[in-house]
């Protein structure tokens, strides 16, 4: 009988954590925690795809994002400035903002101008796109990025 006992709450052990894995792999499919790198951008016209700006060159950039924080890094061999920044993020509404808290000098230049970066929020399984609106509420142009992680 002890047997039994113990062979159905094992059962009943194993379901549960098969049943909280998949729970929780589903919230992490469409999460914007992980390493994102971007592949290309889009320049729109009228929110239409008027163009795709590849990386060309070495050119990579890559965020991370955990726990509200976002981190990121881009890398350009034809440019001499580094580029890089740390602060915390929020998706409200389908808005992604981010606030950065300190960057290398060029980017430092742009937050004293610019304190809150908004980007309507396109999230997908693997993939994320950060789009710019213009003043009229119409797509001027997005990064478009894959899951690393």
Known sequence: MKKYIFLFFSACLTLLLLSA???DSAIDDHSLEGV???QHQYIYDNNEILDTLYNLNGYRQVKMYSH???MWTRYNPTDSNEWFGYGS???KDGMLEERIEYASNAMMKI???VQVFKFKLELG???YSQVTMDNDGKKYNSENYIRLE
């Open 111 to 113: 937050v004293d101008t």
């Open 68 to 70: 509200g924080k976002v």
């Open 36 to 38: 994102w790198e971007l």
């Open 89 to 91: 993020y929020e998706i």
């Open 21 to 23: 894995s998949d729970k």
């Open 125 to 127: 399984k693997n993939t």
